[in-house]
C-alpha cells in the first residue's frame, strides 16, 4: 500500500510545482506564442525574491506570505521589462523568441551568479509547514501539501481571471482574432503587455513554491524550463485543463518511474514517454482552434 | 571547381602526413614528443595556472577555490615568491566543461608555458585533465577529495582519498553502532565509486545497506527518494550528493519529518561553504572532512583571519579551499626542495621523500611514490551557527592510501586491475 | 560578371578550402590547429543545421541527439582499441572488474562498422523521427521543444549508465585512432585536415542541394507548407530528407570532435549544447551557404578567447549575441553582406536567404487545413 501511496503523493506534489511553473507558459506561450526560455530565470527570481523579503521580515511564518505577491510583481515587471524591451517586435518571429529569450536567461543567470552568494542562500520554510499530515499511515510533508494548494489557489484564479474578468475577455478576443479584436476598441498592445506580466509574474510564485523545495542558486531555473514546456504542449496549447491533466501525469509518472527505477531513469522515461505520446496526439490532450493563419 | 583539387591536394597531404602508427618503433618515441617543456625561467616571475570554473554550474563551488588561490599566491608574492620568483598567475575558466577543461590544460602548458596548474572540482574534470597532463608532461594539483584508485605521475593531490574521508566515517558509524545504512549519492563517478568502497567495507564491518539511491546532479527534487529512506529506517544515512541539489535533499528529508535523531546524515560534500544555503534544516547532521574552520590548530586563527580580510572572500573556510591553499605551498616547498621548476626534478624531489607544509590542517607530509598527503581524520557536527563541532579525531594524521592496499576486504583483483590499467 | 555569379559560392569554397588546408596548418601552433579543428567540427553540425533550419525552417534544437550518437559511436571505439586486450576499459574495472564488455559495445572493435554506425546511426533514428513527426504534421515550436526534451533525455540517459558509458565524465584518454597514435603531431595534423576536408565537402554538398530542385521545394515548403502541398508534393519528405542530412553531418560532427578534443560527455550533447551549436548559426546566417559555418567557428574561437580573458563577459556576450542578432540581424551577419551584395549586382527579385520568416503566429498542430 504505501509502494503506491507516496509515489502517488510526492508525485501529485511534484505535478503541483510543475504547474505552477508551466501555467505562466499557458499565458506567454499558449495565449501569445512567446516561447520564453527565460521563464526559468523567472521562477529563480522569484525564489531569491523570496530570500530578500526574508532578510526584511525575519519571521519566516510571515516573510513566506509576504513573497507570494512580491515575486508576482517582481518577476512580472521581470517580463513587463522583456515584453516592451524585445519580445513586442517579435511576434511575427515566434521561433525567434525562443533564441532571443535564451539570450536573456544566460545573462539573467550570470547577474543572479554575481550578485548573490554562489553556493545559493536559504530560504526558511515557516514553523505552519513543517511537520506532516497521516494519509494511509503514510506522514505526507505539509509543505508538499502547501505547494498543491499554492497551485490550486493560482490555477482557480487564473481560470476565473481569463473567464470572467474584462481583461481576461479581452484577452482571449486578442488571441482568437487580434485585428477584429483592435477593431471592436481592444488595446491589444496593453493586451499583450497585461498577459505577459501576469505569465511571467506566475512564474515568481513558481519561484516562491521552488525554493521551499530545493536550492535558491543561479542555476535552479535550468531544470523546470523543459519540463515546463513539455507539459504545456502535452496538454495542447492554451488550454489550461490540458496543462493541469499533464503536469499531473507527469509530476506521477516521474515519481512511479523513480521509485521503480531510479532518479534518472525516471527522467529518461517521462520524456521519451511524452514524445511518444505526442507522436499519436501531436495537438495534445486538448485541441483549441484558433483563426491563426497557416 | 577549384575545391575539387584543393581536395584532392588535402587527401595527398594527408596520407604523406602520416606519423606513427600503432605498434610502430616509433611509438615510443612519440609518446613524449610533446614533453619537451617550454616552461620559462629566465625572468623574475614564474607562470602557474589556475583553472576553475567561474561560469555554469559548477561555478557555485569553485569560484571560491579560484579565490583562495589568489590569496595563497598573494601571500607567497609578498613573502618573496617561489625560487625568489614572483608568481604571475594566468586564471582560465574551465566553464563547467570537462572538454574545456581539457582545452584549457593544453593551452596553459602549451602555449602559457605554466609551470604547474592548479584546480578541478569534480573527479570528472580531473579526468578531463588527466591525459593531456599527463601527454604533454605537466603538473596538475587538484583540491578536492575524491574517489581513490587513481595515481598519476603528473598530479598531485592535496584532497583527502577515501581511506581519508570515508573509510573514518565508516569506522566512526560503527562505532556508534549503526546497524543500517542508506546510501544516496549524485549520479556520476564519485558517489558511484564510493559507494561501491562503502558497500564492501558495510560488509566486513557488519553494517547492512538499506538502500542505495542516485539523482542527476543538477536535479533538486529527492522527494520519492526521501520517502524510500522513511520506509527502510535506516540508523544512518551515508550522503555522497554534490553541489545544490544538497538543498533539495536535506529539505526533503527535513519535510518527511526525519530528524538528526532518529535518522542522522553523514555528509562528504557539505561543508562551511554550503551548509548556509541549507539553514537550520541540516543542523545537527554529520560531515567528514580533514579540515573545519572550527579546527583547533596553531596555524588556522590566522589562516581564517587572513581570508576573511582577503576582498573576494565568502567568509568561512572549508576543506575544498584549504585543500587548494595548501596545493600552492605544496607546489613551493616542491619547487624549493627541486631548486627548479622542472616537472621531472620536482617529481624526482617528491620521490625523495620529507616534503611537508605546514597547513592549517597540521603539518601535512607528501607521499612521494602517489603523490598524496597524509591528513587527519575529522567528523564534525552541524551547529545552528552552519559551523562544525568536532566529535571525533583520527589518531594522528593518516596516511594516504589510494589504492586502497592497506586494507584486505577490498578486492586484489580490482586493484591489479586499476593499477594495470593506469601503467 | 553575370556569368561568373552562379560559381561565386564554388569560389568561395575553394578559398575556404586554400585557407583551412593550406594556409591553417602552416601558421598555427599545434594548440590553435586543434582548436580550430574542434571549430571545424561544430561548422559541420551547423552547416547541418543551416540546410534544416535556414532553408527548411526546422528549428532542430536536439542536433546534440545526433552529435552525440556520432561521437559516442566513435569514442567507444577509440576506447576500445586504446585499451589492452582482454582487459576492460578503466571505467568498467572501477565498477566491477569482473564484468564482461556490455554487448553492444562489441561490435566497435571492428573499424568498418563504427564508421558504418557513424552514417548509418543518425540516418536511421532522425528517418524514424522525422517521419513520425513530419508525417503528423509537427511543426515550429512543438518540433523545436520535442527535439530539445529528446536531447535532454538522452544526455541523462547517458549520465545514469554510468557502467555502460561512463556517465557524466565521459569517455576519454584515447591513444590511438585507427591504428595512428593520437599523441604525434604528425597525426594530429591529420585529423584535423580530415575535418577541414569533410567541412569542405559538407558546404559543396549543400550548396548542389541548395542548387537544386529540392533545394527550391525545401525553401518553398519553409515559406508556404500548404502550397506545396496543393502543388502535390509532400512537404513531410522534403523536410525528412533535410532532417536526414542535417543529422548525418551533426553525427560526423560528433564522430570527428572525439580524436580532435579527446574526450566527449553527455553535456556535450544536452541541451545548452545543442543551443550553443543554433547560436552559430543565427549569428552567421541560417539561410546563407557560409553563414552557419562561420558562425559556428567563432561562437567557438570567442569561447576560447574570450572565454580565457573575461569569462563572465563572455557569458554575457553570447547572451548579447543571441538578443541582438535575433532582434536586429534574423538572417545573421550574412545578411549585410548579402545586402552589399544586392546593390552590387543590383539583382532584381529577393535571393531566397533573404526572405523574412513567414507571419503565421500560432497554428493549430496536427490541423493545419483549419482556416
Known amino acids: 500500500m504505501d509502494a503506491l501511496i507516496s509515489p502517488l503523493l510526492n508525485g501529485t506534489a511534484l505535478g503541483a ?56 510583481i517582481g518577476a512580472g515587471l521581470l517580463g513587463l521589462l522583456l515584453e516592451i524591451g524585445i519580445i513586442q517586435w517579435m511576434y511575427r518571429r515566434p521561433l525567434d523568441t525562443l533564441l532571443v529569450t535564451v539570450g536573456v536567461a544566460l545573462i539573467l543567470q550570470q547577474v543572479a551568479l554575481q550578485i548573490f552568494p554562489a553556493q545559493g542562500v536559504p530560504v526558511e520554510a515557516p514553523d505552519w509547514l513543517s511537520g506532516q499530515i497521516d494519509v494511509f499511515g503514510y506522514a505526507w510533508p505539509l509543505r508538499q501539501v502547501f505547494t498543491i494548494v499554492l497551485a490550486a489557489l493560482c490555477l482557480v484564479s487564473l481560470a476565473v481571471w481569463l473567464k470572467y474578468s474584462s481583461f481576461g475577455r479581452r484577452i482571449r478576443a486578442t488571441v482568437q482574432n487580434r485585428d477584429l479584436a483592435e477593431t471592436s476598441g481592444i488595446r491589444t498592445r496593453n493586451i499583450d503587455r497585461i498577459t505577459f506580466f501576469v505569465g511571467s509574474g506566475l512564474a515568481g510564485v513558481a519561484g516562491v513554491a521552488a525554493s521551499l523545495i530545493g536550492g535558491t542558486n543561479s542555476q535552479m531555473g535550468t531544470q523546470y524550463i523543459i519540463p515546463a514546456f513539455l507539459v504545456v504542449v502535452a496538454g495542447g496549447v492554451g488550454q489550461i485543463k490540458g496543462t493541469v491533466l499533464a503536469a499531473w501525469a507527469l509530476g506521477i509518472a516521474l515519481s512511479f518511474f523513480a521509485e521503480w527505477t531510479t532518479g534518472s531513469m525516471a527522467q529518461v522515461l517521462a520524456f521519451v514517454l511524452l514524445v511518444v505520446f505526442l507522436q499519436f496526439r501531436p495537438q495534445g490532450l486538448f485541441t483549441v482552434r484558433t483563426r491563426g493563419l497557416t | 571547381m577549384l575545391a575539387i583539387p584543393a581536395l584532392a591536394t588535402a587527401a595527398v597531404l594527408v596520407l604523406a602526413g602520416c606519423g606513427s602508427r600503432a605498434g610502430d618503433t616509433a611509438e615510443a618515441d612519440a609518446g613524449t614528443a610533446a614533453a619537451g617543456s617550454c616552461i620559462d625561467t629566465s625572468g623574475d616571475t614564474i607562470k602557474l ?122 569506522d566512526y558509524l560503527a562505532a ?84 538528526p535523531e532518529t535518522t542522522p546524515i553523514i555528509s562528504v560534500s557539505i561543508a562551511e561553504e554550503e551548509a548556509p544555503a541549507m539553514g537550520h534544516e541540516v543542523t545537527g547532521n554529520y560531515a567528514s572532512w580533514n579540515y573545519f574552520q572550527s579546527l583547533e ?127 | 560578371m553575370t556569368r561568373l555569379k552562379p560559381w561565386l559560392p564554388v569560389i568561395g569554397i575553394a578559398v575556404f578550402a586554400v585557407l583551412l588546408l593550406v594556409v591553417a596548418p602552416a601558421v598555427l601552433s599545434m594548440h590553435w590547429l586543434n582548436n580550430l579543428g574542434k571549430y571545424c567540427c561544430w561548422a559541420i553540425a551547423a552547416v547541418g543545421i543551416g540546410l534544416a533550419w535556414g532553408r527548411g525552417g526546422m528549428l532542430v534544437l536536439g542536433q546534440g541527439v545526433f552529435f552525440g550518437l556520432g561521437a559516442y559511436a566513435m569514442a567507444m571505439h577509440l576506447t576500445l582499441e586504446s585499451t589492452a586486450p582482454g582487459s576492460l576499459p578503466v571505467f568498467m574495472i572501477l565498477y566491477d572488474p569482473l564484468a564482461s564488455l556490455p554487448a553492444f559495445w562489441e561490435p566497435f ?11 548509418l546511426l543518425p540516418v536511421i533514428v532522425a528517418g524514424v523521427l522525422g517521419y513520425a513527426l513530419f508525417k503528423r504534421r509537427i511543426k515550429g515550436a512543438y518540433f523545436a521543444i520535442l527535439s530539445q526534451a529528446l536531447a535532454v533525455a538522452l544526455a541523462v540517459l547517458i549520465s545514469s549508465t554510468i557502467r555502460e558509458t561512463g556517465g557524466d565524465t565521459g569517455l576519454s584518454d584515447f591513444k590511438y585512432f585507427f591504428g595512428f597514435v593520437l599523441n604525434d603531431d604528425a597525426n594530429k595534423v591529420m585529423v584535423f585536415m580530415i575535418a577541414a576536408s569533410l567541412l569542405i565537402l559538407c558546404l559543396l554538398a549543400v550548396w548542389q542541394l541548395n542548387r537544386s530542385r529540392f533545394g527550391e521545394l525545401l525553401v518553398a515548403t519553409r515559406d508556404a507548407e500548404e502550397r506545396v502541398r496543393f502543388l502535390g508534393y509532400d512537404p513531410a519528405n522534403i523536410k525528412l530528407v533535410a532532417y536526414v542530412v542535417a543529422a548525418l553531418m551533426a553525427s560526423i560532427a560528433g564522430a570527428l570532435f572525439v580524436p580532435i578534443v579527446g574526450i566527449i560527455t553527455p553535456a556535450e550533447i544536452g541541451a545548452s549544447a545543442s543551443i550553443l551549436m543554433i547560436a ?38 553570447l547572451g548579447l549575441v543571441f538578443i541582438l542578432v535575433t532582434l536586429f540581424l534574423p538572417m545573421g551577419l550574412s545578411s549585410l553582406f548579402g545586402k552589399a551584395k544586392g546593390l552590387l549586382w543590383r539583382s532584381r527579385g529577393t535571393p531566397p536567404d533573404a526572405l523574412d520568416e513567414p507571419a503565421p503566429v500560432l497554428e493549430p498542430v496536427g490541423d493545419g487545413v483549419t482556416k
Open chain 3, 109 to 119: 572493435r571492428s573499424d568498418a562498422f563504427t564508421l558504418a554506425a557513424i552514417v
Open chain 3, 280 to 317: 552559430g548559426v543565427a549569428l552567421g546566417g541560417r539561410a546563407s551557404l557560409f553563414g552557419p559555418a562561420l558562425g559556428a567557428m567563432a561562437i567557438g574561437w570567442g569561447q576560447s578567447s574570450l572565454g580565457s580573458s573575461w569569462p563572465d563577459g563572455w557569458v554575457y556576450i
Open chain 1, 17 to 72: 510545482l510543475l504547474l505552477l511553473a508551466a501555467l505562466g507558459l499557458t499565458l506567454t506561450f499558449g495565449q501569445m506564442g512567446v516561447i520564453n526560455m527565460a521563464h526559468g530565470e523567472f521562477i529563480m527570481a522569484g525564489a531569491f525574491i523570496a530570500y530578500l523579503t526574508q532578510t526584511v521580515v525575519a519571521s519566516s511564518n510571515v516573510s513566506i506570505l509576504l513573497a507570494l505577491p512580491l515575486a508576482f
Open chain 2, 176 to 259: 556508534q553502532g549503526v546497524k543500517t545504512l542508506f546510501l544516496a549519492g549524485s549520479d556520476y563517478v564519485f558517489p558511484r565509486t564510493a559507494n561501491a568502497i562503502i558497500k564492501l567495507y558495510a560488509a566486513e564491518l557488519g553494517i547492512e545497506i538499506v538502500g542505495e539511491e542516485y539523482v542527476p546532479l543538477d536535479k533538486d527534487d529527492w522527494t520519492t527518494q526521501v520517502s524510500k529512506i522513511v520506509a527502510a529506517d535506516p540508523d544512518f544515512v551515508f550522503n555522497t550528493i554534490n553541489g545544490s541539489s544538497n538543498v533539495g535533499f536535506i529539505k526533503a528529508y527535513y519535510d518527511a519529518g526525519l530528524t
Open chain 2, 49 to 170: 595556472g589556475f583553472l576553475n570554473s567561474l561560469t555554469g554550474g559548477m561555478a557555485i563551488s569553485e569560484q571560491t577555490v579560484s579565490n583562495v588561490l589568489h590569496m595563497a599566491a598573494d601571500e607567497i608574492n609578498a613573502d618573496g615568491g617561489i625560487l625568489g620568483k614572483q608568481i604571475e598567475y594566468i586564471q582560465e575558466d574551465g566553464a563547467t566543461d570537462w572538454p574545456t577543461f581539457a582545452e584549457k590544460t593544453e593551452k596553459l602548458l602549451t602555449q602559457d608555458c605554466v609551470a604547474a596548474i592548479f584546480g578541478g572540482w569534480t573527479s570528472s574534470s580531473r579526468k578531463a585533465v588527466k591525459p593531456v597532463v599527463e601527454e604533454n608532461n605537466g603538473l596538475f594539483f587538484y583540491p578536492v577529495q575524491y574517489e581513490g584508485l587513481e595515481s598519476s605521475p603528473n598530479i598531485y593531490y592535496t584532497g583527502a582519498t577515501t581511506n581519508q574521508q570515508i573509510i573514518p566515517a565508516m
Open chain 2, 297 to 423: 590548530t596553531p596555524n588556522n586563527p590566522g589562516f581564517i583571519e587572513r581570508w576573511q580580510a582577503y576582498p573576494d572572500s565568502s567568509g568561512v573556510t572549508s576543506d575544498p579551499m584549504e585543500a587548494a591553499y595548501i596545493s600552492l605551498y605544496l607546489y613551493k616547498a616542491l619547487a624549493e626542495a627541486a631548486g627548479s621548476f622542472e616537472v621531472d626534478d620536482i617529481n624526482a624531489a617528491a620521490a625523495e621523500g620529507g616534503i611537508t607544509v605546514d597547513a592549517p590542517e597540521g603539518v601535512v607530509t607528501l607521499d612521494g611514490e602517489n603523490h598524496h598527503i597524509s591528513k587527519p581524520g575529522n567528523i564534525g557536527r552541524i551547529n545552528a551557527d552552519n559551523q562544525f563541532d568536532i566529535v571525533w579525531s583520527s589518531d594522528g594524521f593518516i596516511e594516504p592510501d589510494p589504492y586502497l592496499e592497506g586494507y584486505d576486504w577490498f578486492p586484489a583483483d580490482v586493484r591489479d586491475a586499476l593499477v594495470a590499467a593506469a601503467g
